[in-house]
């Protein structure tokens, strides 16, 4: 190949090794094709230009972006938004690399490429897309250094190292600006669409939806506790939603947003907490029972006592409660909440209502009866398990008289079930019980693995009061966790097995950095800022703290910036025999004695003896010492003190 | 701006150490673009309220800065020095150049003069030297001066584009344009002093038609009358050995076109290996052979009364 197409090769190959990588993170999430033709395309340019082959008319690569538009189209439905634009994005690279010709084409490719990178990020802060799509940046960067690059002779510059040690010049710029930047609460042009399929909690619950969940050691959130002491197991219910609406088989959420919230009376020391959790596309919020406060604005309680966000929450939050453990909630219940949780599909469950009337009767009282139902699970042969075989429509008989294998969500659903059809007001709540405290971070992180369903009954004088039917039938489940309650008995995921302390550590470690990226960076807000001028010496920062920190931050930056380069930009520093030898010839030049620019150490030494021969031996000496370290095959290692005394000494 | 310039710096005759005052620094097209690239990207995260959007927005302007210093950095400390010009004909290309020394420990990339046209970029290794070599279109006879260069670099990332504006005053000869169709030297011409005529008459060498401006007493006579055709005599040592050629005896209206003609004879002259003279109204060179001949012969020319020089 000749020199203009080797080289022209290079700037393909650097440009088309950058977007590979930024299409890294979207590999799975882009409906497959998409990435199959763009790395296709890639390949066969890169062919094409080893081969020399030529490139596409224009009217193929016209037919080409009409085809690949409507093919996002009826992948997506859209074009814009997140996934559309993506895919758009990465499309149209892939057409950009079918028409490069210049340094200005691939400069097009570079930043479609550090765009794709800035889409990665709104799907997922994590500090494993962080740590994949850094060095991306920093390969984008490079490419952009040798696209760029046409000099010849010389040494040419190392695009890869040249990039990183600029980058890491520009890291306390960066840092600087991060920090200082102001943070705006809201956004300029409406809050982006949830497009991502998101595992947990839903709005509804069959039969089997929470078991699925157990196999899940993602984050759902972690928790931090005002004075590190997280409260005991058994009142770690973190409510979520409650499930009023039953139709024999499902429950779901009612929508109906008009109840107003029942009164509560708090008791108890309460318990004060941080919740940081991970997006969910919902609008629930985790909560310990009974929630008394939280981050104003954030949210509202609804009338079952669980907290709504305004908004469905799209990327990390964190939120501040306070909540007390012991609560009287709801003495009195109003009508429309009373129908709520009485309501039954009609002639769904027939044997199971069949079954709470005979046994209502026999009982003396509600709350004797609602006894009988937990003594029912716990005495006869039902079994909690991670596997419970699937049920028939009418899933409460089917689960009562049938399979009786199940996990908290069928008996949450069949005690709820015969707790209305004896007129007792009841509800499924769902959310999350237990966690797993991390000792090196000092905070508990609940997993999906810890989604649970339990009861909420009725009474009178009593209000709405907690029962976990799953707690009769496995105690251990919320007194120990998961693990316990399936001892070598059922094969659980890794993160819910502690068999090996090693590994049991990493994830623990693993965690506790997601958790503090998750604070410092993810959720690095106007709070934090405002809490960081503090610690700077502004009292209550205003806007002016804000201009002066960031102005004094970016001049210390660009300071620290301009002194670094000039002092690469200093003459290499001489070599000491050398400067021992120039002070050498400083002082005989005082005596007269001027060393020609062209007179080697020897002869200048033969020299000096002639014209001062009380000097011979010495100059003799430290000339000989001089060559012995700057031309000697191996110098003494105490050659340079010598030399240095030697001259020091040397007074002609 | 031009005047100010120079007006601060004054006149760099010599090598010039490229200070800091007079490095200049301006984004370029892709700069611009790179700026619009950031923005969009710092508006989008600040809407998602994405951090770690702002922090890849952040540092990617944090490189934006870095490398406009690099760029600025680039230039800074190297020694300019004016080497030399290759005169050309008018018409064709001067040659001014450049060299640059960079006596730090840091290789200088994509380093280029610019003055209408632009130098290919050069690499200079640490304590290197290169040589730009600026080709700038000619005119007309006389010289070329190359009033202001300026030295500039993209270099890293082409984001921005850093100067200095040096005022070498470097002036390159601009020879006469060789004439196209120009008439044979005339023979008798380079008689170079009485004693090389009368030699060069000794030694008849044979008869050539007579072209207009040849001397009447070389005129074959005898042939003439026998033939009916103007005849001249040729002697061997005459023009064809040592010719001076003569302003006088060039033919054509214009100086312009008679310097034209001249610029042929001892271009041609020259590449037939043969000694040359050359005679300007107050101006002798005697004739020699060879490449110097050649130079300070066309040299001549384009300085005889020459016009104002053109200013690049």
């Known amino acids: 190949m000749s020199p203009e197409r080797t080289e022209s090769f ?7 090794a950058g977007l590979t990588a930024a299409l890294g993170p979207h590999l799975l999430r882009l409906e497959p094709w998409i990435p199959a033709f763009v790395l296709g395309v890639a390949a066969w340019r890169l062919v094409a230009e080893r081969r020399g082959w030529r490139l596409p008319s224009t009217l193929v690569r016209g037919l080409i972006a009409l085809a690949v538009t409507v093919g996002v189209f009826l992948s997506y439905a859209t074009i814009t938004g997140l996934d559309g634009g993506t895919a758009l994005l990465a499309l149209m690279s892939a057409l950009k690399l079918l028409e490069t010709r210049g340094p200005r084409d691939y400069t097009v490719l570079i930043f479609i490429g550090w765009f794709l990178c800035l889409a990665s990020f709104l799907y997922a802060q994590d500090v494993a897309t962080a740590a994949w799509v850094l060095p991306t940046v920093w390969l984008l960067a490079a490419a952009l250094l040798r696209v760029t690059l046409r000099g010849r002779g010389g040494p040419p510059p190392r695009p890869f190292r040249t990039t990183g040690a600029m980058l890491l010049k520009a890291a306390p710029l960066a840092l600087v600006l991060f920090i200082f930047f102001p943070r705006f609460a809201g956004s300029f042009w409406g809050a982006p669409s949830s497009e991502r399929g998101q595992t947990g909690l839903t709005e509804e619950m069959s039969p089997g939806a929470i078991s699925d969940l157990t196999q899940n050691d993602v984050v759902a959130f972690r928790v931090r506790f005002e004075g590190d002491q997280p409260p005991p197991p058994r009142e770690r219910y973190w409510r979520a939603l409650t499930l009023n609406q039953f139709d024999g088989y499902t429950w779901r959420r009612s929508d109906s947003q008009a109840y107003f919230v029942p009164e509560v009376t708090h008791l108890g020391t309460p318990v004060e907490y941080t919740v940081t959790m991970e997006p969910t596309a919902q609008q629930m919020l985790f909560a310990l029972d009974m929630v008394a406060s939280w981050t104003p604005g954030l949210a509202h309680k609804s009338w079952d ?47 199971t209502l069949e079954l709470a009337n005979r046994m209502r009767a026999a009982a003396g009282s509600d709350a004797d009866y609602l006894q009988s139902v937990l003594s029912l699970f716990r005495e006869q042969e039902f079994r909690y398990t991670l596997a419970p075989p699937g049920l028939a429509r009418d899933s409460v008989d089917d689960f009562l008289f049938n399979t009786r294998q199940g996990f908290c969500g069928h008996y949450a659903s069949a005690f709820t079930m015969m707790a209305r059809a004896v007129g007792i007001p009841a509800r499924v709540v769902a959310g999350y019980q237990g966690g797993d405290w991390n000792p090196l971070g000092g905070y508990l992180i609940v997993r999906q693995s810890h989604a649970h369903a339990w009861s909420e009954v009725w009474l009178p004088k009593r209000g709405w009061t907690r029962v976990d039917p799953t707690a009769a039938v496995a105690p251990e489940r919320v007194e120990r966790g998961l693990e316990a309650s399936f001892a070598g008995s059922e094969a659980l995921s890794g993160a819910l097995r502690r068999d090996s ?18 604070d410092w960076v993810v959720q690095f807000d106007r709070e934090t800022q405002e809490s960081v001028l503090s610690e700077l010496g502004f009292d209550d920062p205003d806007w002016r703290a804000f201009a002066m920190a960031l102005a004094v931050g970016l001049g210390i930056a660009v300071g620290i910036l301009v002194l670094w380069l000039a002092l690469e930009l200093r003459p290499r520093a001489t070599d000491p025999a050398a400067a021992a030898y120039r002070r050498f010839q400083n002082r005989l030049a005082r005596r007269g004695i001027e060393r020609a620019a062209a007179e080697a150490p020897r002869d200048f030494a033969q020299r000096v003896r002639r014209l001062r021969p009380d000097l011979a031996l010495r100059a003799l000496a430290i000339t000989e010492t001089y060559l012995r370290l700057r031309y000697g095959p191996a110098p003494a290692a105490n050659d340079l003190r010598l030399l240095r005394a030697l001259v020091t000494r040397f007074r002609p | 701006m031009h005047d100010w310039i120079r007006q601060r710096q004054g006149p760099d005759r010599d090598a010039v150490t490229l200070q800091r005052g007079r490095i200049y620094i301006l984004p370029t097209g892709l700069g611009a673009a790179f700026g619009v690239m950031l ?3 710092l508006l989008g995260s600040l809407n998602y309220g994405n951090n770690l959007g702002l ?17 600025h950095r680039n230039l800074e400390q190297l020694i300019a020095r004016p080497a030399g010009t290759e005169p050309s004909f008018a018409g064709q290309y001067a040659v001014f150049r450049i060299a640059l020394a960079n006596p730090g420990r840091l290789p200088r990339s994509d380093l280029e003069a610019a003055a209408g046209a632009t130098t290919p970029p050069v690499h200079v290794a640490a304590a290197g030297e290169a040589a730009l070599e600026l080709r700038l279109p000619t005119r007309r006879r006389g010289s070329l001066i190359l009033e202001r260069v300026e030295i500039a670099t993209r270099y890293p990332y082409g984001l921005f584009r850093a100067w200095a504006v040096l005022h070498p005053g470097m002036t390159c000869l601009v020879y006469p344009c060789p004439a196209a169709n120009a008439p044979p030297p005339p023979r008798h011409a380079g008689l170079a002093g009485g004693g090389a005529a009368r030699r060069g008459e000794d030694d008849f060498a044979g008869l050539r038609n007579y072209h207009p401006g040849d001397p009447p007493k070389h005129i074959a006579w005898k042939a003439y009358a026998r033939a009916d055709e103007l005849l001249i005599k040729e002697f061997s040592g005459d023009a064809e050995a040592t010719p001076v050629f003569d302003l006088a005896e060039a033919p054509g209206a214009e100086l312009e076109a008679r310097l034209a003609v001249l610029a042929r004879w001892i271009v041609d002259a ?3 290996g043969l000694a040359f003279g050359l005679r300007l109204p107050g101006e002798e060179i005697p004739p020699a052979p060879g490449d110097a001949q050649r130079a300070r012969c066309l040299a001549a020319l384009a300085r005889f009364d020459a016009p104002a020089p053109d200013v690049a």
């Open chain 1, 10 to 16: 290079r700037r393909l190959a650097w440009t088309t």
């Open chain 1, 305 to 351: 006592f669980s907290l709504r966000a305004r908004r469905p929450i799209n990327a990390v939050l964190r939120y501040d409660v306070r909540s007390h453990p012991e609560y009287q909630a709801g003495l009195e219940l109003i009508l429309s909440i009373e129908n709520l949780s009485l309501q039954l599909p009609p002639g769904r469950n027939p044997r």
């Open chain 1, 501 to 518: 302390e090693f590994l049991w550590q990493a994830g623990m470690l693993w965690d506790n950095l997601n958790a503090e990226w998750n």
């Open chain 2, 39 to 41: 923005v969009a990207m």
């Open chain 2, 55 to 71: 922090a890849l927005s952040f540092l990617l302007a944090a490189l934006g800065v870095v490398a406009m210093h690099a760029c």
């Open chain 2, 270 to 272: 020259h590449a037939r």
